[in-house]
């Protein structure tokens, strides 16, 4: 972490864009790849907070989730030209390592809401208050339709 974040004081004295999202990742497809270039596009540097193994366990996506342990997924995204960091994190949700980083831009996928204000609403964006308290952006890319790690699952 302290690397990363000595790597983003260094881009942002050079002027970059940071672009923040996460998520699980764990089998990666199209929609991923979509949405993760559109993330990179709103900006000048991509950095992705990956849900550890223990997290992704907690969030109900089934017994045999993750399918592709945290640092085999920290590997393929770095791989991607549109990311230029990724870090896993271990907490419920992204917040501290949101508040750590400070983006200037937080992306989340169209099943969330930048502008719900509700948190226990299931479109609340996690870190969008805290973004937008800073005087940065909180934003929504629409999803790729028919693609998604449980839909590729379920056709075995």
């Known amino acids: 972490m302290e690397k990363l974040l000595q790597q983003i004081k260094a881009w942002r004295e050079a002027g970059e864009t940071i ?8 089998i990666l497809h199209v929609g991923h790849v979509t949405y993760l270039e559109q993330a ?7 950095i992705v ?3 550890s193994d223990a997290s ?6 089934g017994p045999e989730r993750p ?7 920290v590997c393929v995204l770095e791989a991607l030209r549109c990311v230029d960091a990724a870090i ?3 907490d419920h949700t992204p917040l501290d390592l949101i508040l750590s980083i400070q ?6 996928g169209g099943d969330y809401n930048p502008d719900e204000t509700d948190e226990s609403n299931k479109t609340y964006m996690v870190g969008s208050k805290e973004v937008k308290a800073a005087g940065c952006r909180a934003v929504s890319i ?15």
């Open 19 to 26: 672009v923040f999202t996460n998520g699980v990742f764990d």
């Open 49 to 51: 907070g990956v849900n």
């Open 88 to 90: 896993v994190f271990t």
């Open 67 to 73: 399918i592709n342990p945290e640092w085999a997924r």
């Open 56 to 61: 992704v366990r907690s969030l109900n996506k």
């Open 103 to 108: 983006p200037n831009i937080l992306v989340k």
């Open 40 to 46: 990179a596009a709103l900006g000048t540097k991509l």
């Open 142 to 156: 629409p999803l790729v339709e028919g693609f998604s790690t449980t839909n590729i699952l379920n056709k075995r």
